[in-house]
């Protein structure tokens, strides 16, 4: 049953709300949220260098609250990057749900603590989907009733590890790669209308037609709240980093609000906090009705 979703305050170190039924050490988490450009040397393999810049962006839009929520384990600390890389968490809270910014948050600072018990030396793509299960079991836990979903939120987590990036995401928050001048989707949309896509490949189901003009085809299959989520992406040996590449994480708010072409040409011709600020602002002035809440990671990988 697909699940309707409900189409600037930036602080160094912030609390998220108490977790659900959790008050481990590992759930109390310091969510890092740069206020300007952070440059950071990662140390890729032998004498190779790259410099990473980050950047962030979220605006309101027309809605009555802010149900993004977003963060960054610490990358000002060096030895934490070369020896364990960093998290980019976003999750977007379901408005068509219950507690939807509560979700998110929680998400956000649940993952991130956990990036404590991160070991590289191990299956990543494992590890990320065992982090991402004890969350949605927390949540399920929490916000379900007789197996019905009552809270919910989107996730994708970027995992950079010296020279390559590894992910993990649940519903249609999306995570992009800027490469040659190509921006690329690197993850599925988990909504009803890739799920009779794939039913329609599979010989059976609507027509294509059909499909198009279904009015749930943007509601979600599978989200953080979901129990046993039946769609998840996750990257088992992850890609190499390129020196020029740009990786964004971003809300549907930002994607449903400007072309590709748009967000590429923005993101080519300016650093990583100025463009995450020009296609906020890019997504604002358009206006669009009810336009959802909108959050943006930029990550710029560049040769030393």
């Known amino acids: 049953?697909?699940?309707?979703?409900?189409?600037?305050?930036?602080?160094?170190?912030?609390?998220?709300?108490?977790?659900?039924?959790?008050?481990?050490?590992?759930?109390?988490?310091?969510?890092f949220i740069p206020s300007e450009t952070i440059g950071m040397e990662l140390q890729l393999v032998s004498n190779i260098s790259m410099y990473i810049h980050t950047g962030n962006g979220q605006h309101q839009g027309a809605r009555e609250y802010q149900e993004d929520s977003f963060g960054y384990t610490n990358i000002t600390d060096v030895k934490l990057l070369t020896n364990k890389g960093m998290f980019a968490i976003l999750s977007d809270g379901m408005g068509g749900l219950e507690n939807g910014k509560v979700v998110a948050d929680y998400v956000v600072r649940a993952m991130i603590g956990m990036f404590e018990n991160m070991d590289p030396r191990r299956e990543i793509g494992d590890q990320l989907l065992y982090f991402a299960e004890r969350v949605n079991d927390n949540i399920c836990k929490q916000f379900s009733k007789n197996g019905v979903s009552r809270a919910g939120a989107t996730l994708v987590c970027a995992y950079i590890f010296k020279n390559r990036i590894y992910w993990i995401t649940l519903g249609d928050s999306r995570l992009y790669c800027l490469?040659?001048?190509?921006l690329l989707q690197m993850n599925e949309d988990h909504d009803y209308k890739n799920h009779l896509?794939?039913?329609?490949?599979?010989?059976?189901?609507?027509?294509?037609?059909?499909?198009?003009?279904?009015?749930?085809?943007?509601?979600l299959m599978s989200f953080i709240?979901?129990?046993?989520?039946?769609?998840?992406?996750v990257s088992i040996r992850g890609y190499r980093i390129k020196p020029g590449d740009t990786f964004v994480l971003c809300s549907d708010g930002i994607y449903n609000g400007i072309s590709e072409d748009s967000m590429k040409r923005i993101l080519m011709n300016n650093n990583a906090q100025t463009?995450?600020?020009?296609?906020v602002s890019n997504v604002v002035q358009s206006r669009f009705p009810g336009q959802d809440n909108m959050t943006i990671m930029v990550i710029k990988c560049e040769k030393q």
């Open 275 to 279: 463009a995450s600020d020009r296609i």
């Open 1 to 31: 049953m697909p699940v309707r979703k409900n189409n600037k305050n930036k602080r160094k170190f912030a609390r998220a709300p108490a977790s659900p039924r959790e008050n481990s050490s590992e759930m109390q988490a310091e969510v």
């Open 225 to 233: 709240g979901k129990k046993g989520f039946p769609y998840v992406d």
């Open 179 to 182: 490469r040659n001048g190509h």
């Open 197 to 219: 896509l794939r039913e329609y490949l599979d010989g059976r189901g609507a027509t294509l037609q059909q499909i198009e003009s279904d009015p749930q085809k943007d509601n």
